[in-house]
């Protein structure tokens, strides 16, 4: 089945470390996003990509890194610039071009916690 | 700057009665607008979502929306509550740039 698949569901972290948190998609989208949700804020856009080897800064890209070196891959760093790095991160992608819908397809989360 | 405001970040119903919750936008140009559902800790599934195509649009698990310009509002509705509902359910409107605004979401609760 086609579908988002974001590494690890969990995972902690001790203060000061850096962690990578890992997204595919074997949609064939060309772009993909990383979400970070706090309780009661929606969600907030880190950063998106839309092609290969280019991304893009959202709206809270501080302390935060990415790649984009493959199609289907996003991986997503939180380093230890990030004041407050304890959320639920989400992952998405979407169809660009011709293939345009406006939906979002979402991965199932990693929750992020910092001890 | 464009905007999404969800009236009620919890809202109760009892199984088997109206569920509405609500969604207002700012926007200078017609929209696209999406409804998501979250079940916990877990990602968002697309409900609906309205392109201009008709004002009424109608998603999955019985969920419809009804796009207002004069009122900027696109609020969900369903007739009739079922326990399965309970979950938390966001608005989204997309930028000019396509990305996407959220709104901040409405958790949904159903009363036995």
């Known amino acids: 089945d086609g579908g988002i698949t974001q590494s690890p569901k969990y995972l902690f972290r001790k203060e000061g470390q850096n962690v990578t948190l890992s997204c595919e998609q074997n949609?064939?989208?060309?772009?993909m996003y990383w979400y970070r949700q706090d309780p009661g804020q929606g969600l907030r856009l880190i950063y998106y990509?839309?092609?290969?080897?280019?991304?893009q800064k959202g709206d809270i890209a501080e302390g935060y890194s990415v790649s984009r070196e493959k199609k289907e891959s996003f991986p997503l760093t939180v380093t230890s610039a990030q004041k407050n790095p304890t959320a639920f991160y989400l992952c998405?992608?979407?169809?660009?071009?011709?293939?345009?819908?406006?939906?979002?397809?979402f991965g199932e989360g990693s929750r992020l916690t910092v001890l | 700057a464009q905007s999404v405001t969800q009236l009620g970040s919890h809202v109760s119903v009892s199984e088997g009665a109206l569920v509405l919750l609500r969604c207002n936008y700012s926007?200078?140009?017609?929209?696209?607008l999406f409804w998501y559902v979250q079940y916990p800790n877990q990602g968002l599934q697309l409900l609906l979502k309205?392109?201009?195509?008709a004002t009424l649009v109608k998603g999955i698990n019985g969920f419809e929306a009804e796009f207002k310009k004069s009122e900027t509002s696109f609020h969900l509705t369903k007739p009739s509550a079922h326990m399965s509902d309970a979950a938390e359910y966001f608005c989204?409107?997309?930028?000019?740039?396509?990305?996407?605004?959220w709104g901040a979401g409405t958790k949904l609760i159903i009363k036995p």
């Open positions: 998405a992608s979407r169809n660009q071009g011709q293939g345009y819908t406006g939906e979002l397809f």
């Open positions: 949609l064939n989208h060309d772009a």
């Open positions: 990509s839309q092609i290969v080897n280019d991304f």
């Open positions: 926007s200078s140009v017609p929209p696209y």
């Open positions: 309205y392109t201009s195509a």
């Open positions: 989204a409107v997309q930028r000019s740039n396509y990305q996407l605004i």
